[in-house]
């Protein structure tokens, strides 16, 4: 059986063959270069990786398309949509503004939890950038929060700590203290939030993932394993959340040789 098709890239950076189920692209085969000893010509070593993982990719392609379904079904960011916040989904209402600026609202109705989206005529083609910015403010509330809960009894401080948008990662810790977070974390779970923060907070302690490091996670988030594993199933659905149509996921799967 042949195996799938798919879009190689060569890396300086690689040491090893790695796949990843790409949104934009579909299978993506990263190898070193040529002039790596050994890899001037992989062909075989790609088609014999590929045939013995065909059932990881395949599963993995096939979640991929279904989530794609799932959000074009919730509707974008009309009227009466449905976008996940705090790991629920929230019914979106979206109306013209009363006031000087756009606005979020979380409203809780005996239907359930809805965000209200109050529009400027101004900011009608931009319902994305105001919920970012909501988004964002809630993020930065609940990460500050869990931080502060965890990071005395850890024994660190971190020196700064940034809210972006990364496209590979949730978070990440320099060795001078300072942490970045991503926003789109305040749609997931609060404790999904809060073991990327463990985690990151933990690597203030112990650098590198040893058993060191783990146990430390542990000591806070016992059941760190299972919302990692929720992050990575759901990571297409919260990186494409604020798009119209589905949008490309920012946390590729992957899975490498060696």
């Known amino acids: 059986m042949a195996p799938p098709p798919y879009v190689l890239r060569r890396s300086a950076r690689s040491r090893r063959l790695r796949i990843t189920i790409d949104p934009e692209n579909g299978l993506v085969v990263t190898i070193p270069l040529a002039t790596r000893r050994g890899w001037a010509h992989p062909e075989h070593l790609i088609d014999d990786f590929l045939r013995e993982r065909e059932p990881w990719i395949r599963r993995h392609l096939d979640r991929q398309a279904r989530q794609r379904a799932e959000l074009r079904a919730r509707g974008g960011l009309r009227d009466g949509a449905s976008i996940r916040y705090l790991g629920v989904l929230h019914r979106l209402r979206v109306a013209a503004a009363g006031g000087r600026r756009s606005t979020v609202a979380r409203i809780v109705t005996v239907t359930g939890p809805e965000l209200h989206l109050g529009l400027l005529a ?13 988004f964002k403010d809630q993020a930065r509330f609940a990460i500050d929060a869990t931080i502060a809960d965890h990071a005395a009894d850890l024994g660190v401080t971190p020196t700064a700590v940034a809210i972006r948008d ?40 112990v650098f590198g993932h040893g ?27 919260l990186h494409g959340a604020l798009a119209d149509t589905t949008t490309e996921e920012q946390g590729s799967i992957e899975s490498s040789a060696g």
């Open 122 to 134: 101004r900011d009608a083609d931009r319902a994305d950038r105001v919920l970012t910015g909501w």
């Open 166 to 205: 990364p496209r590979t990662r949730w978070g990440s810790a320099s060795r001078q203290g300072r942490l970045m977070f991503s926003w789109r974390l305040v749609l997931a779970p609060p404790e999904a939030l809060e073991t990327v923060v463990v985690h990151e907070l933990a690597h203030l302690r």
């Open 211 to 237: 058993p060191r490091f783990w146990a430390v996670v542990a000591s806070r988030r016992p059941d760190h394993m299972a919302w990692r594993r929720w992050l990575r199933s759901h990571s297409l659905e």
